[in-house]
């Protein structure tokens, strides 16, 4: 079975430079979620999106954005990068709108690490 | 505001030992999702068990089984027979159900389970 697909696996991007993160979700899911996972800790959220449109907010910084395309793909644009943002990002993607919705599934993450 | 807290930071085992990992959530709502995943040490996070606060069963899955207590705000999750296979880093997470994304998920800190064979 199709999985999210996150693009690409690895990174490695200088202080101050940008970083653009994609996600392409599950065939048919229409919900987006991000989140960032530090070196030995927890994933925090960042962002998820519904049918295109931002539907919540987590602890994403300012430097970060985001959105979902018509065809349902994420993308997370980094600028700015800084050392801490070294760490693995996910997304991960649901069908339908909450409190409904299905199971989220998690792509396997893209290692990003800032030089 | 909620919060999950997973006691312990490490667990060592050996081969066919049980082991439970404790999971303890704080949360205001009276709807809410907890969850469990597993982080091998390849990075990706694997989906393991969703529980709706309207649904206090205990679930088993072959080895693995679940022990949900709203009297304690408990979801305990536990191995049985544990294999080599099993050792990763398993979070436990909670997401409220405020109307936006369910899958907002706060994670506890995570337990570091070696299986030693």
């Known amino acids: 079975a199709a999985g999210v697909i996150q693009s690409p696996r690895h990174l490695i991007k200088e202080k101050r430079e940008t970083a653009t993160l994609k996600c392409y979700p599950i065939p048919r899911h229409d919900t987006v979620y991000w989140y960032q996972q530090g070196p030995g800790q927890d994933p925090q959220f960042l962002i998820s999106?519904?049918?295109?449109?931002?539907?919540d907010k987590g602890s994403i910084p300012d430097r970060f954005s985001a959105q979902q395309f018509s065809d349902y793909h994420s993308e997370l644009n980094m600028s700015s990068l800084e050392l801490g943002d070294s760490a693995l990002y996910f997304c991960a993607s649901s069908l339908g709108a909450p409190p409904l919705n299905t199971e989220a599934f998690f792509g396997q993450g893209t290692r990003l690490t800032v030089v | 505001a909620q919060k999950v807290t997973q006691a312990q930071t490490e667990i060592s085992v050996v081969e066919k030992e049980d082991v439970t990992l404790d999971c303890v959530y704080e949360t205001r709502d009276t709807t809410y999702y907890l969850f469990w995943y597993k982080q091998p040490p390849s990075g990706e996070l694997v989906f393991l068990i969703r529980?709706?606060?309207?649904?206090?069963q205990n679930e088993i899955s072959g080895r693995y089984s679940w022990n949900f207590q709203k009297s304690t705000s408990s979801f305990n999750f536990t191995i049985t027979a544990s294999q080599v296979v099993d050792s990763a880093v398993y979070f436990c997470a909670l997401s409220e159900d405020r109307g936006g994304s369910n899958y907002k998920l706060t994670f506890g800190k995570g337990t570091l389970l070696t299986v030693n064979p």
């Open positions: 529980r709706n606060s309207f649904d206090e």
């Open positions: 999106f519904y049918e295109k449109m931002q539907s």
